[in-house]
């Protein structure tokens, strides 16, 4: 009996392909399509703002201790979180819970600073995360310069006060069940399948490293890595550490790529600066087979030479612990180191606006 013939390949060009819209700065979403909360939440803003500051530029998102960018702003006017539809509130020591508007830079650009982001960690949904970065969207912001702290996983690029342009993230969170995106899509905002290839957008890369010259800050205090995305707020373990390194992450937070995936969708271009406050730990584990077998050693003989091996012993393993708990990670560390490098992210920040809005432009 002969073999059945195998099977014809299928005829797909009898079906309709359409390309999904891609998303792009100059995507206007139409106003009339949005829910009801989205036009509230403008209406609750607008009516707050004089009418040169109503339209920004470019939404800022500061991150913990970097609250300080909205102070360098002219004219400044802030909307508390508590008076517009559909915003939380920032639990987070060093997040305000406010929208901050005003002009930025020598050429006076409008710009509105979210003091006070939302994490998933806090109990927030995640289109309650993203609702910001879509609302200043809305406002009219074309560029999003996304600021927070991270922890460092790459000594070999980064170290403590380091600022990390993003050139790409790795999301587990994404990757498996949470993205701002999932669910009905927002069609009036972007497009249901958005590349993410292309999130961190080049072009605001050199310009902020044309900034950082432009200030004569020093070449090394500004690299180009990669952001893990972490749910949080537990801080990660050694085991995690080497995990998230091998997966190609140079640093690692609890924020930022929820906004960037929003972002994206509603067609940002997109700027993160992370900076590193804290390298993650990865001192070698504490072993105690080893100490309690030297310990039994010692009192099952009588000789000097096994005392003094189980004394050593005993004394590496007290420079352990005492090694350990200097490395275990705090909130505070985060926000001394932001504190530290404030003004220099600020005057970055500012440059890169002037660069990208004003006569510098390139």
């Known amino acids: 009996m002969s073999a059945p013939a195998p099977l014809a390949a299928p005829d797909l060009s009898a079906l309709p392909r359409l390309p999904d819209p891609l998303p792009s700065p100059g995507h206007h979403p139409d106003l009339h399509d949005l829910t009801a909360q989205f036009t509230q939440s403008l209406i609750d803003i607008r ?110 690029l980064v170290e403590v006060g380091s600022v990390v342009a993003l050139v790409d993230h790795v999301s587990l969170p994404s990757l498996t069940s949470w993205n701002p995106l999932i669910g009905a899509n927002r069609e009036t905002l972007g497009p249901r399948f958005p590349p993410m290839s292309d999130a961190y957008d080049y072009e605001l890369r050199a310009t902020a490293f044309r900034a950082l010259h432009d200030l004569q800050l020093p070449a090394s205090s500004l690299k180009e890595g990669v952001y893990a995305w972490v749910a949080g707020p537990s801080y990660e373990t050694r085991a995690e550490q080497r995990f998230l390194r091998a997966a190609g992450a140079d640093c690692v937070g609890m924020s930022t790529v929820p906004e960037v995936i929003a972002a994206r969708h509603a067609g940002l271009r997109v700027l993160v600066l992370s900076l590193v406050t804290n390298m993650v730990v990865a001192t070698p584990y504490r072993y105690a087979g080893p100490v309690v077998d030297a310990e039994r050693a010692a009192s099952t003989s009588g000789s000097a030479g096994a005392a003094a091996t189980a004394v050593a012993v005993a004394g590496e393993a007290v420079k352990q612990v005492q090694q350990h708990v200097e490395e275990v990670a705090n909130h505070q560390e985060v926000l001394d180191v932001s504190a530290r490098r404030a003004d220099d992210i600020r005057a970055l920040v500012e440059r890169i606006v002037e660069r990208t809005f004003g006569e510098d432009a390139l």
């Open 47 to 156: 009516q707050r703002l004089p009418k040169d500051l109503r339209t920004p530029e470019v939404a800022i998102v500061c991150g913990s201790g970097l609250q300080g960018l909205a102070e360098q702003l002219a004219d400044r006017v802030q909307v508390p979180y508590a008076d517009i539809a559909g915003f939380g509130e920032s639990t987070v020591r060093g997040h305000q819970s406010a929208l901050t508007f005003g002009f930025l830079g020598k050429n006076r650009v409008p710009v509105v600073c979210q003091l006070g982001r939302f994490h998933a960690y806090e109990g927030h949904s995640m289109q309650s995360v993203v609702y910001p970065i879509r609302i200043m969207k809305l406002l009219g912001a074309s560029v999003a310069i996304i600021t927070n702290a991270a922890g460092g996983l790459n000594p070999d």
